[in-house]
């Protein structure tokens, strides 16, 4: 008997024997095709060398493509378990001419193989052709297939397009007849949808570009696609007609009757079955950097897991199961997909960590479903009302509800469960708008409903094609930006990663895929809509962009780079200022843009320059440790049980990234026993820790009343900084020499006394700003209710106004404080909002509406304190009053 791994090495095998690049299959998540939520088809992954986009260093290929059909238009979700050859996962085998040979090659290949390599019986096989395709049908003839085993088909069936317009062409397929045992009739008959006659392989002819007004024309470079489900093949090589009851499928199966204790072809056999297809689409999304999550990818990834889980149950099983059935998939798949080994601690902590927690989801639900259920008329559907409480306040989702009821005949009236849901979202939108957030930022809310959760691609890749969902310009939705307009687009996936946590956005390049020549740039990224969509401000160089279009997008590489050392390098700093410091220190602020890092941490006194010397030394010995860096996804519960660090400023939803990095020789001394750093993180990070080269702590002040700030830099930056302490120490060295060693005293002494000095103008330029000359002290007023404190001040530095704020804050005991500073060729913005007020209004909504209409951009910080800046002072009325406009809502 052929197992599913023979066959898949005899396929691979022969057509490398014919000149063909044997191709790794492409992740499950589309890099350069935004039209699919996840690889369906082996041709994914060429679809540029298909359509000229794109060349290679070979012509020819063959590839086993791992494909999920689980979201979007492709969704075999609802029937995987309850027939033969549905799968949420399957294998695409194929082999691929891009403009080389064409069908008096691929024929005989294809036939070569089925007959002699796979030995299948010739008789029992049978082709199909488009009506019109006769150079196909008389090879087939020439081949060996008499003319009575080849069907005409006059549909589309046999006739593949890659959309309305471009590459196309006629199909070809080869099927098997399982025998008169199996109703049904070959293809083009009544009972073609019947079981006995299976496609096993279709081969695609590119032949023609389609044009918009239905015209055609023969391609230049005509070439070949082809697609064979390994499933289907292994099913009929080992005498059968069901694809559970394959090896590999088979295995997973007993497996799955091992752990639940049960018989795999007893009543549960359905539920076996299940499991066993969830086990792979899951484990291997979850490989290709998939988590779960409530939107998108990982949305669907959580239905699969969670519909496995909940057919485990049924099974009887009190503890989850998911996790020990791992080791049985990587044993059989392992070998053909390395990522299955490399991510199978991951793997098994995902499934664990989404089943013990589903397992209280599961129980409650059901619960309550057979409650709600037996006051039901006999056959009558599940009030959409109901479904929805379920889903809002259980946490049981909708398609969960819908396969429960299935077992019991009923259904859901899912229109009642939409109504239901645009309610409860009219009721958030009505209360968000009391919050005090800007009103021009209703509409990123308006986007986020119409197209949902952008697609974050960035964890690793930097590259990617998208769609274009919708632009905005000036505060509205448009149908296109022209060549020098400027305004914010949209798409439905994107690897550029959006302002937040600290980690500035980034920028690069969009280019249309039409015309490659059309391009935006792209300046700012930046998070909407509550986080859930990712907005890219762009600049039209070249070209028009509207709605619709698919575009390549490309990341600034190096700045990315340079953003990620940064970030990574403030974890190690986190745990460096902890064990130097104490575990009083938690972050209370930070910045990690390309050229620097910036960290702000709870502490009530300057660090000493041991302390200082202590902790750039230890952030250096686990950058030179180049540990791997790894993410986890946990519940914020169990993160913190483990010891994780909660970042400032991150909101933290049902799950959140956990990010690894640094190992403990021995155990009991990290967090959880093994690990330097442990934090709650929703950014990108270098992959090992070396990856950050070098670190340089270049300054250590306050920055508000008990926070400390540091500033520091990474890489080729903290490497120039080193060099030229190096040249300063020598310096210092030539001067002992020169002067004695009486010298050091001298020199200690001037800059202690420096330093006593500074701290003295300092203080005096806060009491001076606190009291104010005559007519310019600060003047307390009420603004919605809200007492204000509003203030223009010349010879303060923007490092003074933190605590300034501090001291206005305490002398209101409620209330909000704007304070704009003359710094003399820049403008510093500080705002600072009491405790108690946080809840109505932010400081950074103070200071984002401050600074714009200062003519700058941007700015940050937390509830209570945040800064920006700009260049112009002369607008700081108007500055002040679009500060009081955000206080008056």
């Known amino acids: 008997m052929q197992s599913l791994n023979d066959i898949r090495s005899t396929f691979l095998g022969y057509f490398e024997k014919q000149g063909h690049e044997v191709v790794p299959s492409s992740p499950l998540v589309p890099r350069n095709d935004p039209t699919l939520m996840f690889a369906n088809s082996g041709m994914v992954q060429f679809k540029n060398l298909f359509t000229g986009v794109e060349t290679r260093d070979y012509k020819r290929a063959t590839t086993a493509q791992k494909c999920v059909r689980a979201g979007g238009k492709h969704n075999d979700l609802d029937n995987v378990g309850y027939t033969a050859r549905h799968h949420t996962f399957f294998e695409m085998m194929g082999n691929f001419s891009f403009g080389d040979y064409f069908k008096s090659e691929a024929i005989p290949f294809a036939w070569e193989l089925v007959t002699r390599e796979l030995d299948i019986d010739p008789k029992r096989l049978l ?54 045992k199996y109703w049904g009739g070959p293809p083009g008959s009544p009972e073609e949808d019947g079981d006995r006659f299976v496609e096993i392989w279709n081969l695609v002819f590119m032949q023609y570009e389609q044009f918009e007004d239905g015209s055609r024309r023969e391609l230049a470079a005509q070439s070949i696609d082809t697609g064979m489900g390994i499933e289907r093949v292994a099913a009929l090589l080992q005498g059968t007609n069901d694809n559970y009851s394959t090896d590999l499928i088979r295995s997973l199966i007993e497996a799955s009757a091992d752990v639940t204790s049960t018989d795999p072809d007893g009543p549960g056999k359905t539920h076996h079955r299940v499991i066993a297809d969830h086990l792979r689409s899951t484990s291997f999304l979850i490989a290709d950097g998939v988590m779960p999550s409530n939107d998108g990818r990982g949305y669907v990834l959580r239905r699969i897991m969670r519909r496995a889980m909940r057919h485990a149950h049924m099974l ?149 094609e998208g769609q274009m969902l919708t632009l905005v310009r000036d505060g509205a939705e448009v149908e296109a930006l022209e060549a020098g307009e400027t305004g914010w687009v949209v798409l439905n996936q994107t690897p550029f990663y959006g302002e937040s946590g600290g ?172 690990t330097y750093s442990l934090e709650l993180c929703g950014g990108t990070h270098v992959r090992q820790t070396g990856d950050i080269g070098t670190f340089a702590l270049t300054s250590e002040s306050a920055s508000a009343a008990g926070v400390r700030r540091i500033e520091a830099l990474t890489g080729e930056a903290a490497m120039a900084e080193l060099r030229g302490r190096d040249h300063a120490l020598s310096q210092i060295e030539g001067l002992l020499k020169a002067h004695g060693p009486d010298a050091v005293a001298r020199v200690a002494a001037l800059l202690d006394e420096r330093r006593r000095l500074d701290n003295e103008v300092a203080q005096l330029r806060r009491d001076l700003a606190m009291a104010g000359g005559p007519g310019e002290g600060p003047e307390l007023r009420e603004v919605g209710g809200v007492p204000f404190v509003a203030q223009v001040l010349s010879g303060v530095q923007g490092k003074d106004l933190p605590p300034l704020i501090d001291e206005h804050k305490a002398r209101l005991g409620s209330g909000a404080v704007l304070l704009i500073a003359d710094t003399g060729g820049k403008v510093a913005v500080a705002a600072g ?36 800046g700009a260049k112009d002072a002369s607008a700081a009325d108007a500055a002040i009053k679009a500060a009081e406009a955000v206080l008056a809502g």
């Open 316 to 464: 009887g099983s009190k503890d989850p199961v998911m996790h020990r059935l791992v080791p049985a998939l990587v044993r059989q798949m392992g070998a053909a997909y390395p990522e299955l080994v490399r991510a199978q601690p991951l793997i098994e902590e995902t499934l664990k960590l989404e089943e013990t927690r589903f397992k209280q989801t599961l129980d409650r639900g059901l619960k309550l479903l057979d409650e709600e259920l037996v006051s039901l008329p006999a056959g009558a559907s599940l009030p959409g009302a109901t479904a929805f409480k379920l889903y809002d306040t259980y946490g049981f989702p909708l398609d969960l509800t819908q396969d429960a009821l299935r077992e019991r005949e009923r259904t859901v009236d899912t229109d009642g469960f939409d109504a239901a849901m645009a309610e409860q979202k009219a009721k958030a939108r009505a209360a968000w708008a009391g919050t005090g957030e800007s009103a021009d930022l209703a509409i990123w809310f308006e986007i986020a409903d119409q197209h949902g959760a952008t697609d974050f691609l960035g964890y690793d890749t930097e590259t990617a």
């Open 503 to 674: 980690q500035v956005g980034d920028t690069g390049f969009l280019r249309r895929l039409e015309d490659e020549h059309d391009m935006a740039e792209v300046s700012d990224t930046q998070k909407m809509g509550g986080g859930k969509i990712t907005a890219h401000q762009v600049t039209v160089r070249q070209g028009r962009f509207a709605r619709g279009d698919a575009v390549a997008l490309e990341v600034d590489h190096k700045r990315r780079g340079m953003i990620r050392a940064n970030h990574s390098a403030t974890h190690l700093l986190h745990e460096a200022l902890r064990r130097a410091l104490g575990p009083h220190v938690a972050q209370r602020g930070s910045l990690n843009a390309p050229d620097r890092l910036r960290f702000d941490f709870s502490h009530a006194k300057a660090l000493t320059a041991d302390e200082i010397a202590q902790v750039e030394t230890e952030v250096n010995a686990f950058i030179r440790q180049n540990a791997p860096v790894t993410t986890r996804i946990m519940t914020p519960d169990d993160a913190r049980a483990i010891g994780a660090q909660a970042l400032f400023g991150e909101k933290y939803g049902d799950e959140v990234r956990v990010v690894s990095m640094g190992e403990l020789a021995g155990s009991g001394k990290g967090a959880d026993g093994k």
């Open 833 to 868: 909002v009491t405790e108690d007020l946080t809840g109505n209004v932010s400081a950074v909504d103070l200071v984002k509406a401050a600074v714009e209409a200062l003519g700058g951009k941007g700015g940050g910080g937390r509830p209570d304190l945040a800064q920006g």
């Open 127 to 180: 082709v199909t052709v488009y009506h019109t395709d006769d150079e196909a049908a008389e090879i087939w003839k020439k081949t060996g297939v008499p003319e009575d085993r080849i069907i005409r088909i006059a549909t589309n069936d046999n006739f593949w397009m890659m959309g309305p317009t471009g590459p196309c062409g006629p199909c070809t397929e080869i099927f098997f007849d399982h025998g008169d």
